[in-house]
């Protein structure tokens, strides 16, 4: 690769535009020489130095800016002692001066900026295009408030990306991993969630999108009404509120299950409502709420019908109400609870 593409890159870093990858690959083009050494640090000093060049680029008038800067070499061209014409003395190489160094510097940054300027015009379709923003999630999760006026209630180790500014035929963000969303009602612009396999749109409603990595999909509806169509594919889902559904992208099959428990919420609300339901359905909900791991001793509980409901209670009440209702006496070892003992 050229030098002025090493040039672009110490721009990038200059202007806080540059990747971890160019980064690295800079670093490795300056590491190889001192030429390279020099080169990069007469750009950062014609930077540095120069409040043009720190200036927004698109309030650069670029025909005047040369124009002063062309004007300053003929200046300094004109200034130049030009030798008798009857002398006959060997010719030496004229040496420039540190502000025509400085000053040719310049110029080359300048055009170097103006450069980067229009090629991020080019990439992103125009200085009105709206740009993409993403939040990610680790340990804990993180609301979201989108250009909208939409909310976005992300769970942990989760991905959401955005348009910053929300002004196209419809509204659209791309997700990896969990998210509720309370959307704005526009029935002129419809919202999308986009993810690796499906699209989900509604005009105004809330509803719970969890993907994973095997291309499995669920969307739970709490208000409203939601569509799912899988990316290649003309089969579509209509969920009403209560009802969940799941897409698999990998083998292309969509499934409508109905009316579901408010559970699927549970990562979200803190709340889980149990009506006779047996318990080998509702430990694992509680395992996934809490993050824990429980282990039932006596196996023929498993059927035991249970009716309870938590409301952001902490994990020590729900266990007392397990122990109260199941006759039992459970034992914590780690991060794991061991349920002995008890009857239906």
């Not at 090629?119 to 992103?124: E, G, I, P, Q």
């Not at 002129?188 to 291309?215: H, M, Q, Y």
Request: with cysteine.
């Amino acid at each position: 690769m050229n030098e002025d593409f090493y040039i672009t890159l110490i721009y990038k870093k200059l202007s806080g535009e540059i990747s971890p990858a160019e980064q690295r690959q800079l670093e490795a083009w300056i590491a190889q020489s001192k030429d390279n050494q020099r080169t990069a640090a007469s750009v950062e000093k014609a930077w540095n130095a120069s409040d043009l060049l720190q200036a927004q680029v698109d309030d650069i008038d670029l025909d005047a800016e040369f124009g002063a800067l062309e004007a300053l070499l003929e200046e300094e061209e004109a200034e130049l002692p030009t030798p008798a014409k009857e002398a006959t003395i060997r010719p030496l190489e004229r040496q420039a001066s540190p502000r025509r160094n400085w000053l040719a510097i310049a110029a080359s940054v300048l055009m170097i900026v103006a450069a980067g300027f229009l090629l991020r015009n080019a990439m992103s379709g125009g200085t009105d295009t709206p740009q993409w923003a993403k939040v990610v999630t680790q340990d804990e999760g993180k609301s979201v408030q989108l250009p909208d006026g939409s909310t976005v209630y992300l769970n942990k180790q989760s991905a959401l990306s955005y348009f910053t500014e929300m002004t196209g035929e419809k509204r659209e963000v791309k997700l990896q991993g969990e998210a509720f969303f309370e959307v704005e009602h526009n029935a002129a612009r419809p919202f999308e969630v986009a993810t690796s396999g499906e699209t989900i749109s509604v005009l105004g409603t809330s509803f719970n999108v969890k993907t994973s990595d095997t291309g499995r999909t669920s969307v739970y509806v709490a208000t409203g009404k939601v569509g799912v169509v899988q990316v290649g594919s003309t089969e579509n889902m209509v969920l009403e509120k209560g009802e969940q559904g799941i897409s698999n992208s990998a083998n292309k099959e969509l499934k409508h299950l109905g009316k579901q428990s408010g559970n699927v919420l549970a990562w979200h609300t803190r709340q889980l409502e149990f009506d006779v339901t047996p318990l080998s359905e509702v430990l694992p909900q509680i395992e996934q709420l809490y993050n824990v791991k429980l282990v039932l001793e006596n196996k023929e509980l498993n059927s035991c019908p249970f009716d309870a409901s938590f409301d952001k209670e902490g994990l020590d009440d729900v266990l007392d109400v397990l122990e109260t209702i199941l006759s039992a006496e459970v034992e914590r070892v780690g991060n794991t609870y061991t349920i002995k003992g008890g009857a239906c």
